[in-house]
């Protein structure tokens, strides 16, 4: 383990230090996302979920609308607002401080998040393929952006997932969009690597091989593995019994410079990252 280079994001003119790993506790105002653990609907259960993960050590929460698991149904960017606006009004009022990631492809809905209802974060699967606006507007409304690699959409990333040459692909797909996102004026972006969309369970593990190499970008990298399908499949049991699994991934990627753990379980995630510290600790005073 190297130490970790200062990364900072600016979350309305408040420096937000990432050279120390955080957590990223993922609250879903779906029905129909993979781990019924993460959804909340009624604003009891939303409250309660929040204060849970904030409870367990979570820094940022990361409210999801729209289910990107393999096959979901698509919904309207009405009904995908509607869903988004009770969770966001309940966070505003209760947990005021706490910075909020929007999880969502769509610019128009991730504008109103940020302007109408005090977002700070837009958290895109697509990188921006999903709409052609995104790009622009993260520039214009200069919030941080979580960029991340997918091949394919929700519906279609699991049919065929197909690379010539898997890592390299990767890597030239983030450099484009790095630049673009440049051009325009962005400013905070954080790199998502996309465990689990568009890539085979092998793909999954040479991600997770080549983790470190992320570093060349000199930008916040997030991971998202939590209970996801690269631990169940490969384990052989559900989302609900890939908790230790989750575990074993979330430590492998703190020792390659994850910055932000994308997690279900927060007190876990959060009980990694001060373990994984406190052996850098004694490994930094040995240097």
Partial sequence: MKATAPKYINIKGKLFDLSQPCVMGI????????????????ENEIITRIQTLIDQGTAIIDLGAYSSRPGA???????EMARLRTGLELLRRHFPEVPVSIDTFRADVAERCIVDYGADIINDIS?????????????????PYVLMHM??????????????????????????RIDQLRQLGARDIILDPGFGFGKTLSHNYELMAHLQEFSMFDLPLLVGVSRKSMIYRLLDNTPQEALNGSTVLHTVALTKGANILRVHDAREASECIRIVNEIHKHQTACN
């Fill in 73 to 79: 149904d698509d919904i309207s960017a009405d009904e």
């Fill in 27 to 42: 609250v879903n105002v779906t029905p129909d996302s993979f781990f019924d653990g993460s959804r909340a609907q009624t």
């Fill in 127 to 143: 990188g921006g393929e999903g709409d052609a606006r995104m790009f622009e507007t993260v520039a214009r409304l200069q919030v």
């Fill in 151 to 176: 091949q394919g959409t929700p519906q279609t990333m699991q049919a065929a997932p197909s690379y010539t040459n898997f890592i390299e692909e990767v890597f030239v797909y983030f450099a484009k």
